[in-house]
């Protein structure tokens, strides 16, 4: 809904009583309905009617039933949510009567935000979500336009609850027979992008620490996540899939920037490993051992809380090769962008491990790459067990495009990495291969029919 078909609503209702609620202003609008100032007997809400044209749309029957799950919270209360007043349909429009909050919302504000009252408005969103766990609610849309701020930037309250999930809808889908993505792609996980979450407590829980993680990463970047990549929509579904957010700020405190990093994981599995609802209210650790040994004897608590059996090593390789893939992904996207390279593409060879990453540039004379460039990564899980994981590098050039194979030659390995790799190290090393390989496909030629293998010197 734009702004237009909004102010139009509200000088049709301006006056008029839905539900009760007298409409005397006009507060903001969303996808799918406007946010009118209302007043009855003496209170103010926030009062949020639905386009009739969008529900007809998509069905009456599941936005009352959205509804409905609002309305679970009527009477109760907690600081830091919105309290709900009433919903239902009135006059021919489904509404929802909230807590008016007069203050901007942090995306409004993002910017003017203290850092030092960062780790407390985290921490005061945190215990809301928490809130609505122990109430069996999932809010599915965490973000921070939801989110509003006090004038004094000491206070947070998480607003909007329209789409509710209770944990007790078994295999049962929300939104009829069809998977439909609920909520905000910029700030949801993989698994709800993909509508592939776990419908366990542990898993809305997953999806409500990342959604946390991607608010603290706005409060410590003072921008929005994935902001370089929101358009087109089929950038920001990669963005989201498979890169990996940057947390550099050297302004923001390194537990919090630890944090924001473990909730932003892309494997749920992870998030729920590092992360706990206690991990919101930890005070400053100014002391960088201090972290140290905390992070240490948290990995040691998550590692001692899983069963003395067996390990399905099978389901740990296909977990670690999504982490490897995201971080190759990741890392190629990141350097490339990075460095200003020229226009490439990518291709996978569809195995799930060893798991590699085609990257293959054009020719482009402006530039000075003067015929095919093409660096390939490889990655294995050599051991699941102990995440021993392996990295090979081949890069080569060629005049024609059909000269350049699909997967690389084994013996003109350019360069190779073996160990407990993490993100950090994959980062790291496809960065300078790749970077080093351009450089020399710069300066090598290739006459007609040939293919010629790059070293990769500088790396080894």
């Known amino acids: ?44 809400a926030a009062l949020k009617v639905f386009d009739p044209e969008i529900v007809d749309r ?10 409905d799950r609002e309305k679970t919270l009527i009477g109760k209360s907690h600081p830091h949510l919105v309290q709900i007043y009433d919903g239902g349909e009135d006059a021919g429009f489904l509404f929802v009567a909230m807590e008016y909050f007069p203050g901007k919302n942090m995306a409004e504000c993002l ?39 006090s004038s004094d930037f000491k206070s947070a309250k998480l607003l909007d609850c329209g789409v509710l999930r209770p944990f007790d809808l078994s295999n049962v889908t929300d939104e009829g027979e069809q998977l439909y993505f609920i909520g905000t792609l910029q700030y949801s996980p993989p698994e709800l992008l993909f ?31 994935f902001m370089e990549s929101t358009n087109p929509y089929a950038r920001l579904v990669r963005a989201v899939e498979r890169e990996i957010p940057r947390l550099d700020s050297a302004a923001a405190d ?13 494997v749920p599995s992870q998030r729920l490993d590092t992360v706990s609802w206690e991990s919101f209210n930890q005070p400053p650790t100014a002391d960088p051992l201090e972290m140290a040994r905390r992070t240490i004897a948290q990995r040691r608590a998550a590692a001692a809380s899983i069963p003395a059996i067996s390990p399905n090593t099978e389901e740990l390789r296909e977990q670690q090769c999504f982490a490897l893939r995201t971080s190759l992904d990741s890392a190629v996207v990141n350097t490339i962008t990075s460095e200003t390279m020229p226009r490439y593409s990518t291709r996978d060879s569809g195995t799930a491990n060893p798991y590699l990453v085609k990257v293959l540039f054009q020719p482009s004379p402006s530039d000075g790459l003067m015929h095919y460039f093409a660096c390939y990564f490889e990655g294995a899980i050599a051991d699941p067990l102990t995440a021993l994981r392996e990295l090979k590098v081949w890069a080569c050039i060629a005049a024609n495009e059909t000269l350049i194979p699909e997967h690389p030659e084994a013996a003109r390995i350019g360069a190779a990495l073996r160990g407990a ?10 960065h300078d291969c790749l970077l080093m390989a351009y450089a020399q496909a710069l300066d090598s030629s290739a006459a007609p029919g040939e293919i010629v293998w790059l070293p990769i010197r500088g790396t080894l």
């Open 1 to 44: 809904m734009n702004r237009h078909i909004a102010e139009k609503m509200f000088s049709e209702l301006n006056g008029k009583i839905i539900g009760g609620w007298r409409i005397t202003g006009l507060l903001n609008n969303g996808k799918s309905a406007v946010v009118f100032l209302a007043e009855k007997g003496g209170t103010a």
């Open 58 to 67: 998509y069905g009456k029957s599941s936005q009352l039933a959205r509804i």
């Open 111 to 149: 910017e003017d935000i203290p850092p030092p009252q960062v780790r407390s408005l985290i921490a005061q969103v945190a215990s809301a979500a928490k809130f609505l766990e122990d109430s069996s609610l999932a809010h599915r849309d965490i973000k921070p336009s939801n989110i509003g701020i």
């Open 195 to 225: 509508r592939e979450e776990n419908p366990s407590i542990e898993g809305w829980r997953g999806v409500t620490f990342y959604q946390l993680g991607a608010v603290l990463h706005d409060l410590l970047m003072r921008k929005p996540l």
């Open 254 to 266: 390194s537990d919090l920037r630890l944090l924001a990093q473990n909730c932003l994981s892309k």
């Open 421 to 430: 790799l993490i993100d950090q190290d994959v980062r790291a090393m496809v």
